[in-house]
């Protein structure tokens, strides 16, 4: 009998950033995310037989930290362009190519793509699948070759669950600081493209200390606020 686990990739850097959308990368909300949704597989004692991921940073970055979670070699996960085009039958195709070796298989890649093929498949799946959401599919056929519409039943729904506070914070903050980073670099850059290797640490470095002190203002008015009532 065959499965398939489809992955939306997790949290990544916002579009309205200057970032081409392809080179949008994971925030560290994200990578967390990630890996607690594989952890939870991981319990159920899934092993992949293959992991196949759009080749976009932040889809990557998500297969690769399935990947060692589940004990499967990241080297060996493949890309196909065609998940992040996302062209008309793409992820049925790629799915009907699979070698029918493969009893265990992880596509990871992005909506609508991802939550459309999910209701193709089971034919009553009506989510929105959040970033880093996962639904688990057994297939009514034994061969990838057959697979058809409503041709398989839903097994698996995961996501990732709200978190304490601090870790929460920790994350935003590391996620600040990404973005600080790469956005006064993007304008250093513009001004003087020379400079712009010779600054990069001191760059980090302030990003560093501006979003800890963006992060502790917060807090503080946070305080402030509560005192007062």
């Not at 925030?27 to 967390?32: I, M």
Request: with cysteine; proline share 4%.
């Amino acid at each position: 009998m065959k499965t398939i686990f489809l992955v939306r990739h997790g949290k990544a850097v916002s579009r309205d950033t200057d970032i081409p959308d392809y080179n949008r990368t994971l925030l560290e909300r994200g990578r967390e995310n990630s890996l607690q949704v594989a952890r939870r597989l991981k319990k159920q004692k899934i092993k992949p037989s293959l992991i196949i991921s759009s080749p976009a940073p932040r889809a990557l970055g998500t297969a690769r930290i399935f990947a060692r979670q589940l004990g499967y070699n990241p080297r060996s996960i493949r890309t196909r362009k065609a998940i992040y085009d996302q062209t008309d039958g793409t992820l049925l195709n790629i799915v009907r190519e699979i070698d029918e070796e493969c009893d265990n298989v992880i596509l990871i890649g992005h909506n609508p793509s991802i939550n459309d093929f999910a209701l193709f498949l089971t034919g009553n799946f009506n989510k929105d699948m959040p970033t880093c959401g996962l639904v688990g599919i057994k297939l009514k056929t034994g061969t990838w070759k057959e697979i058809a519409k409503g041709g398989g039943k839903l097994k698996i729904y995961d996501f990732p669950k709200p978190e304490n506070k601090s870790k929460i914070i920790k994350s935003f903050q590391k996620d600040l600081e990404k973005i600080l980073t790469a956005q006064i670099g993007r304008i250093i850059g513009e001004l003087d493209a020379a400079i712009k290797e010779k600054i990069e640490k001191p760059v980090k470095k302030s990003s560093k200390k501006l979003a800890k002190a963006f992060v502790k203002k917060i807090k503080s008015t946070k305080d402030k606020k509560k005192r007062r009532k």
